[in-house]
């Protein structure tokens, strides 16, 4: 998988990643962003740099989310990156609910999301149109991606503060296969999230700005401009294609991909 780049930090940004770690570590919230919210995109992505280099895992893949247009910064990224760990991707059980951690006190929701594994190197290259995307084979899966941080105005605060906490993240679980996804209408690609047996969100595949292809494309562009080029068996999971949708622990979640299967699962305490 990718390779952790070298990095100078000030202690100040040091700090930052490792409360957050440590946070993580305990399973507790935090009250406030520890310390100085970082400038821009570019500083927030070095304290995710530092936080990855303190976790005891190895990166297997990446979320993507959406930035929207009045928070962007002069960078121009239209979507941010946060890493995905090995030890926190679970397989899907059928009608078996699969239990994920959420941090009591901070954040926590759950995403229907369309998953991309990578079935090659990605070329040797930092911009991709969609286009050149859609030529880097891929298998593509359905996930639920766990959004939690120890953090609960993480998403108020904007993509900086979202970046630099391993962009939200705490987890991923995959279901099945999209059998011939490039030949799928992305309109056919739809879901539908439940919480606790009532509907929270709808939409699919074309919820995503731009598509499948366009949060690819930025996955691939934003990883190799950050020295961390996507490897052959990399996740991306690229954006929630129902909306965010808050649970607390014990509450249980079920996402309906029309046609093609279901995840259910529970949230649980972190720590």
Known sequence: ???????????????IAQSFVQARREGRALPDFPGEIPPDLETAYRVQDLAIAQWADTVVGWKVG???????????DERLLGPIFTRAVWNATGSIPVEFPVFQGGFAAVEAEYVLQL???????????????????????????IASSPLATINK???????????????????????????????SLRAQTLIEGEIVGSGG?????????????FALGRSARRG??????????????TGIHDIR?????????????????RAIAAG
């Open 228 to 241: 961390r080029p996507l490897k052959r068996g990399d996740l991306i999971a690229t954006g929630n294609a």
């Open 119 to 145: 079935e090659a190197d990605a070329p040797d290259q930092t911009h991709y149109t969609p286009e050149q995307a859609e030529a880097v084979p891929a298998r593509l899966y359905l996930g639920v991606e």
């Open 157 to 187: 605060l904007g993509p900086r503060v979202v970046i630099s906490d391993f962009g939200n993240n705490n987890g991923l679980i995959l279901g099945a296969e999209v059998s011939d996804w490039r030949a799928r209408d992305e309109s």
């Open 1 to 15: 998988m990718s390779q952790q780049p070298g990095n100078a930090a000030s202690p100040a940004l040091s700090e």
């Open 205 to 217: 595949a074309t919820l995503l700005p731009g598509g499948l292809r366009a949060a690819y494309a």
């Open 249 to 265: 622990v014990g509450q249980t979640a079920l996402i309906r991909f029309e046609g093609v299967g279901e995840i259910h699962c």
């Open 66 to 76: 959406y930035i929207a247009a009045e928070r962007r910064d002069a960078s121009g």
